[in-house]
């Protein structure tokens, strides 16, 4: 199998958050489980874990697909937190450009009788382990229409190049003043084959809050090396390590900084 199919079946971490979209079998399951550090002292753990398990089926011309992610620090009593859950459908306008929109429900906040700064704290943190990727999962308080459109060019080689890009408006719903934002990713990855089966993969992304009225640093850019493996056809394993470049979350490996390790599972059913 040349990679353009490994590609395919691993196409979600590119796409909309890292959800599986069904392609080769009627339907998928799948989960990215990821463990960063933790900067911030509101929390009592020292390293970040995050789990998104993902579901898709075929239906009509395209594919329904969603996640429901979680996020907690190990050694924290506190447990996880629930992020917000999204729910799309994905189509193929032309060849291998690919059409995703999806809506992400506000489900994730801070507890308002609780430890408020521990709350915020580790949603920030979840974001920035993933290099602000699908940073909608993680806003607390906001509702999320996002339109991601993105692109597999096969090489010469056997190699691909995927390209994204995302623009999302986030409506915040807690009626504390917030402001709609609007936020563009930009993002690629070249994907070369290592063998019948296995693949290696070189990603870099921005994240740019257009429109906000947040304060601080308001773009984030990582590096993301990967390794990928089909395990049967349908489904494939992805390894991902996301660094992040520049401020506010790099970088990575200084001190009070955050990087990301991810492992992601995709099973055809």
């Known amino acids: ?114 430890n408020v700064a521990r709350d915020l704290t580790l949603l920030s943190n979840a974001a920035a382990m993933d290099g602000w990727h699908a940073i909608w999962r993680w806003l607390p308080d906001d509702l999320a229409i996002v339109l991601p459109l993105s692109n597999q060019t096969p090489l010469g080689n056997g190699g691909v190049l995927q390209t994204q890009l ?21 993002g690629t990855r070249l994907l070369a084959p290592l063998g019948e089966r296995v693949g290696v993969g070189l990603g870099f992304s921005e994240v740019l809050f257009v429109t906000s009225g947040r304060e601080g640093d308001l773009s984030q850019a990582a590096l993301e090396p990967s390794f990928l493996w089909i395990i049967a056809p349908g489904s494939s394993l992805v390894v991902r390590l996301v660094m992040n470049l520049d401020a506010p979350n790099g970088f990575a490996f200084d001190s009070d900084k955050v990087w990301g390790a991810h492992v992601g599972l995709t099973v055809a059913l």
């Open 166 to 186: 995302v623009l999302t408006t986030t409506i915040p719903t807690a009626g504390d003043g917030a402001e709609v934002d609007v936020i563009l990713e930009l």
């Open 1 to 114: 199998m040349r990679l353009a199919g490994l590609a395919g079946m691993a196409v979600a971490a590119l796409l909309v958050g890292g959800s599986v979209e069904a392609r080769a079998a009627t339907a998928h399951v799948g989960v990215d489980v990821g463990v960063g550090t933790a900067a911030g002292d509101a929390l009592d753990g020292s390293v970040v874990i995050t789990a998104v398990p993902g579901f898709s089926f075929l239906l009509g011309p395209g594919s329904v697909f969603g996640e429901v992610p979680f996020a907690g620090a190990a050694g924290d009593e506190a447990g996880f937190r629930l992020g917000n859950p999204v729910l799309g459908y994905g189509v193929t306008l032309k060849d291998n450009l690919r059409f995703a929109p999806a809506v992400a429900l506000p489900v994730a906040t801070a507890r308002r009788d609780g």
